[in-house]
């Protein structure tokens, strides 16, 4: 996984960029109608429920927008919140905070409605041993800001980008001319630019979960669109030699069965993908 200095830095820039794009040479219509002088409060209100995410992030682009700016927070980060709830107060400039209000907001709604889909997920899986992952199936230039809310909602990060993990899929190993040839390059490769990164590898059936136990050194096998009784022979097969992650069209109808397979990993890309946002609002006060 990334390091943590690379993940602020991934933070920092999707606020200078975001920053880019929404203010350009300036908020004229603040700027228009609001002295540089005056000063103002705003709540920011709950319009929905779920789980809240992002409140740190605010915080991040209120103080890159005006050092001087001011956050009391009322509900942290992987809180449940209803309707009507305030999650914090900022108070400062007003010109200020007008230019952060639609990249809190933006980032909130957003992060706040993937916490909460990870968050029913996480409690499908309750009293398994699986646990839940996130995927790269993220927004280009925000993925930092989705992963972070699938950890507060209380998933887990598979890696963060293609260079912090080996995975090895179908077309992978198709192209590489098979399984064990994909596995011994991928060593090789490792071995000659001196990186050490873990090895996951696909496999569509259980022959090919075979081929990998026999060429062996996988962090982790993904067991790609199997079915129930086909998942439980895979896992029985592999054993204590990886570990086993599910994927392929996982719902929430369906997770809890894949987990009582005995995976360790079950992935899902509609974490990221597939949400509505919550419902907030920046209300002066």
Avoid at 80 to 95: A, E, T
Avoid at 221 to 228: E, K, P, R, T, V
Avoid at 241 to 257: M, V
């Amino acid at each position: 996984m990334i390091s943590e200095a690379q993940f602020q830095n991934e933070l920092e820039l999707i606020i200078s960029n975001a920053i880019r794009e929404d203010v350009g040479d300036g908020d004229h219509s603040s700027l228009a109608c609001i002295p540089a002088s005056a000063q103002g409060k705003a709540k920011l209100l709950v319009k929905d429920e779920g789980i809240i995410a992002g409140v740190a992030f605010a915080k991040m682009i209120f103080y890159y927008v005006d050092k001087d700016l001011q956050v009391e927070t009322f509900i942290n980060d992987g809180e449940r919140v209803k309707y009507g709830d305030v999650v914090f107060h900022v108070s400062g400039s007003s010109q200020s905070i007008l230019k952060a209000e639609r990249l809190v907001l933006n980032s909130m709604q957003r992060m706040s409605a993937i916490a909460t889909k990870t968050k029913m997920f996480v409690d499908l899986l309750e009293g398994t041993q699986t646990k839940i992952l996130d995927t790269r199936k993220t927004t280009p230039g925000i993925r930092a800001i989705e992963k972070w809310a699938v950890k507060i909602g209380g998933g887990e990060n598979h890696r963060f980008a293609l260079y912090d993990m080996i995975m090895l899929k179908d077309n992978h190993n198709d192209f590489a001319g098979g399984i064990p040839q994909a596995i011994a390059k991928t060593k090789q490769y490792l071995l000659d630019n001196n990186k050490d990164l873990k090895i996951i590898v696909e496999a569509r059936n259980l022959d090919e979960v075979q081929q990998i136990l026999d060429t062996g050194g996988v962090f982790r096998i993904l067991l790609d669109n199997f079915d129930y009784e086909t998942t439980k022979k895979a896992v029985a097969m592999i054993g204590n030699q990886s570990l086993t992650e599910s994927s392929g069209n996982i719902n929430e109808k369906t997770i809890r069965h894949y987990a009582e397979c005995g995976v360790n990993y079950i992935s899902s890309g509609a974490l990221t993908h597939s949400v509505y946002n919550m419902d907030l609002s920046l209300k002066a006060i």
